[in-house]
């Protein structure tokens, strides 16, 4: 192997396939599409840092697209901020994006706002509270039109970067994931930096006794578990990914969240997964409390990569304070970051990445 | 010039550029993008024959969407027909789809019946009676998201066709060439072999009357001219063309509707014009009740090319029609045949188009 990875690209997970899968994806340039949707989940409290307050998760996924388009959002005033105040991690993927000029695309997996800009409609609704055990209405007619949209973009692509933005999120993957049988607690990952597994497993429980149905019958189908307590991005990003991984390389870009659509895609479609692998972020990888690795190696041989982002020294608060473990991965922050490195052929570094998410900072956020 | 036009295609206007054309798009595999809406001006009667009765147009656009992802509709029963029962033009473009394999996608201009498909939502109305003067809300918007969906599709595409299904759109694309200030009294095409040319001028008259406006304050505001007397089509395939043709090459796929597509791209950015050609049926191109010729080359230098489908040979009665001047073009049958040929360097000619064509009818609809 003559291949060298990049120093800001670190493997975490199958080592060989990893550096394999980007020597595939190295040079080409990425189609970067990005599924979204709302869950009530988001909104029970102390559950989800992904909006300035629980009704405010509401318009993350819509904002985070409209950043994409425009440079700036539409629906909401300024940028979707945790209640702290620190900005989305669609600021890296719009970074990314601007950088390496890929192509992006939208995919409406359930939203309750849905954003001012074109996107993929596959009649998906937005999810119910998990706690009713009935939280996706017809996750496969969503699966079904996702995997014809997914073979269709991999006609035309390279290879396709699929990312997700749903507020909740975590806990709908600590609930799919628990409910086909995976070693999940403690396992997922958060937006705050003490992540609150015990109430994410009290309201999984909830929901995997609400929905009524006995533990084994969830195994073997990943629709009844996201129907039960999933959410409204995964059989859509589930979809594109088996539609797209039938020919040409897919990344997903997230962190454990994907580790849950991994899940689902080996449910529906086993033979998919060898060209599958996860793109997150150095602070979904290096995370103390929580364990991609452990998830993702109990699905399947599927490579992990992180992008080795640091804001340690931004000049920006606002960004240094991702190193404390706030928000840490979101819109694809970390695959396509990774793919945006890939595409230059390591020209574009986690370092100008990040000399262009502070000028984007500086112009959207730090006003005060 | 050493490339030769195949015999299956013939030029009908600018002979040069559109040899040029032909060239740059050979052996390339093109990206489809149909646009559907719906009209109410479809269901003036006497106007259009795209659905068995006026209230059947409403599904036609949907349902041949669905036939090219599914090979069989879904909303509706059988296939969309005229009243006299002769099947869709939808049916050319599925088989020229399928022979080639090139990739589709479906964008919605504004529909009152959604397909069973993914489609890209750019979030527009559909349209009312032209009579009102008041036929299309907020067209502006739809063009705008359409220019970004075409600009990222161009990124991953070779050349893109654009295609339409909505029925009462001659009637609607003599509405927008009249206010645009062309000579399109006579011109425009019909599903009909008895065009009604009088009754879309009455039509079209009422709703310009209707509109309040000048009609000088018309000629250089083609998104006033849809707002009052155009289609929900419109603004999206002119949007479409426009942000992929700054990059690529466009085929508008279509006859007299692309006509007025063609008038509002001038309107809208000049400048890409020279990027574009329009593919259409020999049906159209030899229609005596239609002129085609005429319209293009009012508006400006672009090509015509036609693809020289005859079905009169064919073995069904209900294919053999269309040489009496039925149907004559839709769902852009006549551009992705031009696109399928080309793709595959003429191994794909009329004629195997029209045995797959027979082969997808008689499964489809032979069955009397």
Not at 151 to 166: F, G, M, P, R, W
Not at 256 to 277: C, E, F, P, R
Request: glycine share 10%; hydrophobic share 40%.
């Amino acid at each position: 192997m003559s291949f060298k990875v990049p120093e800001d690209i670190t493997i975490c997970l199958e080592e060989e396939m990893a550096r394999k899968f980007l020597e595939r994806i190295w040079g080409k340039q990425p189609t970067y599409a990005c599924v979204i949707g709302n869950t009530e989940t988001a909104k029970i409290p102390g559950l989800s840092a992904a909006g300035a307050n629980p009704e405010a998760t509401d318009f993350t996924p819509a904002a985070d697209m409209e950043l994409l388009f425009y440079g700036k959002c539409k629906c909401i005033d300024g940028v979707p901020v945790t209640p702290d105040g620190i900005p989305t991690p669609g600021i890296v993927t719009m970074s990314s994006i601007k950088l390496s000029g890929m192509p992006f695309f939208v995919v409406n997996g359930g939203l309750r706002v849905r954003p001012h800009v074109p996107y993929f409609e596959l009649d998906g609704a937005p999810g119910d509270d998990i706690r009713t055990g009935r939280s996706v209405k017809d996750p496969e007619k969503v699966y079904d039109r996702a995997v014809l949209a997914g073979q269709n973009l991999a006609k035309i692509s390279n290879y396709l970067v699929i990312a997700e933005s749903i507020p909740g999120g975590t806990t709908t993957a600590l609930g799919v994931l628990t409910a086909l049988g995976y070693e999940a607690y403690g396992k997922v990952s958060s937006t705050l930096p003490a992540n609150p597994h015990e109430l994410k497993l009290k309201v999984v429980e909830e929901g995997l006794k609400a929905s009524g149905m006995k533990r084994e019958a969830f195994r073997k189908d990943p629709m009844a578990a996201i129907e039960a307590v999933g959410d409204p991005m995964m059989a859509a990003a589930a979809g594109l990914a088996v539609g797209a991984a039938e020919t040409i390389p897919v990344l997903l870009a997230g962190g454990t969240q994907m580790a849950a659509v991994l899940a689902i895609i080996k449910g529906m479609d086993y033979s998919t997964l060898n060209n599958i692998a996860i793109g997150t972020t150095r602070w979904i990888t290096k995370d103390g409390n929580s364990d991609i690795r452990s998830l993702v190696s109990q699905i399947g041989k599927v490579p992990v990569l992180s992008a080795n982002l640091n804001f340690s020294l931004s000049r920006y608060d606002g960004l240094k304070i991702y190193e404390t473990g706030l928000v840490k991965e979101g819109v694809g922050a970390g695959g396509s970051s990774i793919a945006a490195m890939a595409a230059s052929e390591g020209k574009i570094t986690a370092h100008t990445i990040l000399d262009e998410i502070e000028k984007n900072y500086a112009r959207l956020v730090s006003r005060r």
